[in-house]
């Protein structure tokens, strides 16, 4: 039975072009057996009819907080309550801006600041709107605010370009949704430690040796971890990321300090998985002056020494955690994770193509394969928030005994 069965779905439109998917994606909701609520804003029903949507759903459709029938029927904070969630499907510029600054110029707007649900987020604009800088600061405001953002999508947008800025398929909408109500109690009762971010390594009070970690994936993992019911410690290197909602955070700098904290937490720990990018080697001395630029240091060069490998120690514990690595390669990715997993006595290790700048190492997606003795899965190339669940959902099935049998 489908995790969304007699859930109930308040759908939000506002007015972008996608806003045409809103029936389908009425319909396809139903068909897993979710009671769906629809409500538009004004300038959505130039796109899409109030009366159609009504007649997918089943329901009256709401337009306005001074409705006083729908009021007395139904009133929008009980409407609020009434919701399992709360779906902004499309969510245009315009909307995501007021939904990051808490206005509330409209009913839908309204009922997104009246809830206690989880608020989804699936954005639909053009790619130039999707990427000035007004818009990426929003979208950071409500993910820190625990919003969940789906896509969106790269493709041809109605306006005639093509990039970023499409909404996802309704089919992949409803896939992110049902994933997100069968995680929430897939890792009940776990404690999930995580590393995340670089680490620095320290030449001289000014210079350090470090990678280009943005602690993204990590941090994502760390939410949807959160979100499976697990317990979450998240130890990360030095990054400009915010702290997941209820996800206890460790700031480190070194990888030495990271392996400390890591150790630490091995007492408590069902789950350990290694998304930081440890820095292998460090200098082997770390100089209290700043280092002049003069004939003597010219032609010098800087000795290096092992990081302990934090992972490989955690499997090596008496008492060792199912263990998760990260590969980053560059070249013959698959053989080379593979060598990794085995060399490092992995669970499951994750490899992506460090290679491929569109993904990996400070990007907003990734495309990823997950490794186990016994099969393989590749997760196609997608937002980090979405690549997260799947791979919190794999490792769940994992636990329980279920991995991809696909031939190695
Ligand atoms: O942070 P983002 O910008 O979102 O980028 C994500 C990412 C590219 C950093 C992430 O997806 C990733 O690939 N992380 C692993 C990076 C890495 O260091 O890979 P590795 O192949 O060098 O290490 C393999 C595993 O050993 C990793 O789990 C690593 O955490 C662990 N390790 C490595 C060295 C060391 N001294 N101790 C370790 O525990």
């Not at 818009?135 to 993910?143: M, P």
């Not at 060399?343 to 992506?352: A, F, H, M, Q, S």
């Not at 899965?377 to 099935?397: D, G, P, T, Y």
């Amino acid at each position: 039975m489908s995790a969304l069965n007699k859930k109930n779905i308040l759908l939000c439109v506002s007015g972008g072009i996608a806003a045409y998917k809103a029936p389908e994606l009425v319909r396809q909701l139903r068909a897993h057996g979710a009671n769906v609520q629809v409500v538009l804003t004004r300038s959505a029903e130039n796109f899409v009819s109030e009366t159609s949507l009504q007649a997918v759903s089943g329901n009256p459709v709401r337009n306005s907080l001074w409705d006083k029938s729908a009021e007395s029927a139904m009133s929008h904070i009980e409407l609020a309550r009434w919701a399992d969630c709360l779906l902004m499907a499309p969510a245009t510029a315009n909307l995501i801006s007021s939904l990051a600054s808490g206005a509330t110029p409209d009913l839908l707007t309204t009922l997104a600041l009246a809830t206690e649900a989880p608020v989804f987020v699936a954005p639909a604009m053009n790619l130039k709107m999707w990427d000035k800088p007004a818009t990426v600061r929003n979208i950071h405001q409500l993910k820190t605010d625990g919003a969940i953002v789906l896509g969106p999508a790269s493709g041809d947008q109605a306006c005639g370009e093509s990039g970023m800025g499409r909404m996802l398929q309704p089919e992949e909408i409803v896939e992110a949704l049902n994933n997100h109500f069968s995680a929430t109690t897939l890792l009940a009762g776990k404690r999930v430690v995580i590393t995340a971010g670089p680490t620095r390594e320290a030449i001289d009070p000014v210079r350090f040796i470090s990678n280009h970690s943005s602690g993204k994936q990590g941090f994502a993992l760390a939410t949807a971890a959160q979100q499976a019911g697990a317990e979450v410690c998240l130890i990360s290197g030095p990054v400009n990321a915010q702290t997941p909602l209820l996800v206890e955070r460790i700031d480190v700098v070194t990888a030495q300090e990271m392996f400390d904290a890591v150790m630490a937490q091995l007492g408590r720990c069902d789950i350990f998985i290694g998304v930081a990018a440890v820095a292998d080697y460090k200098p082997e001395e770390v100089r209290s002056q700043k280092i002049k630029k003069s004939a003597e240091t010219r032609n010098s060069s800087l000795k290096l020494v092992e990081n302990p490998d934090i992972i490989l120690a955690v499997t090596q514990h008496k008492n060792p955690p199912y263990t998760v690595g990260f590969a980053a390669e560059t070249e013959s990715v698959i053989a080379n994770a593979r060598a990794k997993k085995r060399r490092k006595n992995l669970d499951l290790i994750i490899v992506n193509d460090v290679s491929d700048a569109r993904i990996g190492f400070d990007s907003e997606e990734n495309e990823v394969t997950l490794i186990w003795e016994t099969g393989e899965q590749v997760l196609k190339k997608a937002s980090k928030e979405l690549i997260s669940q799947s791979i919190i959902s794999s490792i769940a099935q994992s636990l329980s005994g279920v991995e991809p049998s696909a031939a190695l």
